[in-house]
């Protein structure tokens, strides 16, 4: 009476064993790096050159995050972009809420630069259609969102712009990210980024690169097709003299099979993560008008001078639209006043900054280098001379060592200086007024963003680059996820609900849906094993 069901029971093993084997099959793509335990596998490279990636016990370490943010789910990351005429800014802006795992952290501050009479859309407006189309009956987050409006007609350059966004920053918030105005993330990526962030075991670490295109990295799951099996990432190895003389950074080269952020002496201002006291205490120049060469490596001086230190992310996290030539672009792309009245005054200020031999000295006020470290030092440190914009040929990309400075430990809650002159245009809280009208064709054109993003699925499965990810030193995550942990426990005299203080990625991987799948056929298969063993048992009786 029992050999049907055992062999039933029997036949579901091995399914279970038979999908088990398929389902490593069919993963059995992952990184081909050593540092994913394969013997003989890529080493750690960048520019082609294999790079250490382990500090020494002997050499000097950077100073380590001063608290908990970085594992809590109640931190807030705030985004800075300014868009220039680009109804784009408001799925940018969705972007950064949907694919978070913990929305209600996001804040975002937008500097919008139209024209009035020919820009019939508005990047809040823009955001508030698309997050209808995503079911929400009403805005969510306006709360969360400021706006600066200016007229387009008074642009002065990227830099200008964001400047006028450090006034949004605010103290209470934690994180600051700063990108460009058409971008998408990886789905989870204010989860990756904290833990990236805790990687660089560095208070003062800033992660910062080039980004990837939308068109061939990205997926329309916002998982990571790109750079697979290697972990390819872009490395801004070089710099050049660009317009009016100035450093600015060279085209990227790449980096394979990091196993965390590596150490850098470029910016790039198309997505820079770190706490915001970098954005408050390393502020954008407003009086650096009409410049575009010169921002990026002009910020990463200043910064490295002021104890900041540059990472290269280890993944790709940030996705750039890189699309022209809509009709929809025409007269709109780099229309902005490049040749400004206050450009001669701008290259005063960038020359005086870094030292250039026989430059106008200038009072930089708050917009100035820092005392941590000095220019030579920086010399030294990058191959990069400011004083003559030029790279001394010292080959420093991927080989570089911290620079210890005596901290200021106040230096972190330093205020964001005031904004030096009248703020242009109109700010306001997107919450607190009534959404402008707009043409919907717009929301057509913000739109088209996500439909260069392919529907297909990376050869690394999303959950094995998880995996694969890495994690911080155990001081500065597990131990402090537990310590937060118990905190809130201790605090509510409750077990933890949704919502509440825990670590951002959490404490184990989750399973993926094929696991779960397997899972709920076994326990089906077996229940009914286990049905029909008992109907056997019980007919048995009935036959005695």
Not at 144 to 153: K, L, Q, S
Not at 305 to 326: L, S
Not at 462 to 473: M, N, T, Y
Request: glycine fraction near 8%; hydrophobic fraction near 35%.
């Amino acid at each position: 009476m029992y050999g049907t069901a055992m062999g039933r029971l029997l036949v579901l093993v091995v399914l279970g064993l038979l999908l088990q084997v398929k389902a490593e099959q069919k993963q059995q793509d992952h990184c081909l790096c050593e540092i994913c335990g394969n013997p003989g596998g890529k080493k750690s490279m960048v520019n082609g050159q294999v790079v250490e990636t382990e500090v020494g016990p002997e050499e000097p370490k950077p100073y380590p995050p001063k608290d908990d943010l970085h594992v809590r789910n109640d931190t807030k990351l705030h985004m800075l972009l300014s868009a220039f005429r680009d109804p784009r800014c408001g799925q940018t802006v969705a972007n950064a809420f949907i694919r978070a795992t913990h929305p209600n952290r996001i804040y975002v501050g937008i500097v919008q630069q139209n024209l009035e009479e020919k820009d019939e859309f508005d990047c809040v407006a823009v955001y508030c259609e698309l997050m209808k189309r995503e079911g929400h009956k009403k805005c969510p987050w306006l709360d969360h969102i400021e706006i600066v409006r200016v007229d387009a007609r008074e642009s002065k350059g990227p830099i200008w712009a964001r400047a006028i966004g450090a006034v949004m920053v605010r103290p209470y918030h934690d994180f600051c990210m700063q990108v460009d105005a058409h971008v998408d993330f990886m789905v989870g990526y204010d989860v990756g980024l904290m833990k990236m962030w805790a990687m660089t075991e560095n208070e003062y670490g800033v992660l910062s690169t080039y980004v990837g295109n939308i068109k061939q990295d990205l997926s329309k799951t916002g998982h990571v097709l790109i750079g697979h099996p290697y972990y390819e990432i872009p490395f801004i190895c070089q710099t050049i003299i660009g317009g009016h003389g100035v450093v600015r950074n060279s085209q990227a080269t790449a980096a394979y099979c990091l196993p965390r952020p590596h150490l850098s002496f470029t910016w790039a201002a198309g997505w820079s993560f770190s706490k915001c006291h970098f954005e408050r205490v390393v502020p954008n120049d407003p009086y650096m008008e009409g410049m575009f060469d010169g921002e990026e490596f002009g910020r990463a001086l200043r910064g490295w001078t002021h104890g900041y230190d540059m990472y290269t992310p280890h993944r790709p996290v940030v996705f750039h639209d890189y699309t022209h030539h809509r009709p929809w672009q025409q007269g709109r792309e780099s229309t902005w006043n490049g040749n400004p009245p206050g450009l001669k005054y701008a290259l005063e200020r960038y020359f005086s900054m870094a030292d250039k031999l026989g430059a106008k000295k200038v009072d930089l006020g708050a917009y100035g280098l820092g005392t941590e470290r000095t220019i030579d030092q920086y010399v030294e440190f990058s191959g990069i001379d400011p004083r003559t914009s030029k790279n001394l040929g010292l080959n420093k990309c991927g080989k570089l060592k911290f620079v210890p400075f005596e901290e200021n430990p106040g230096k972190v809650r330093t205020s964001m200086p005031d904004y030096p002159m009248k703020l242009p245009g109109n700010h306001s809280f997107a919450h607190k007024e009534d959404l402008p009208a707009m043409d919907m064709v717009y929301v057509e054109y913000a739109h088209e963003m996500l439909a260069n993003e392919k529907d297909q699925e990376p050869s690394i499965p999303h959950d094995v680059q998880l995996k694969e990810f890495g994690s911080p030193r155990k001081d500065l995550w597990e131990d402090m996820v537990k310590k937060a942990k118990a905190k809130t426990v201790k605090k509510t005299n409750k077990p933890k609900k949704s919502g509440a203080m825990s670590a951002v990625v959490g404490d184990s991987q989750a399973p993926s849906y094929f696991e779960i799948s397997l899972a709920v056929m076994l326990v089906i298969g077996v229940l009914l094993v286990a049905k029909e063993i008992y109907s056997n048992c019980m007919l048995g009786f009935k036959r005695d």
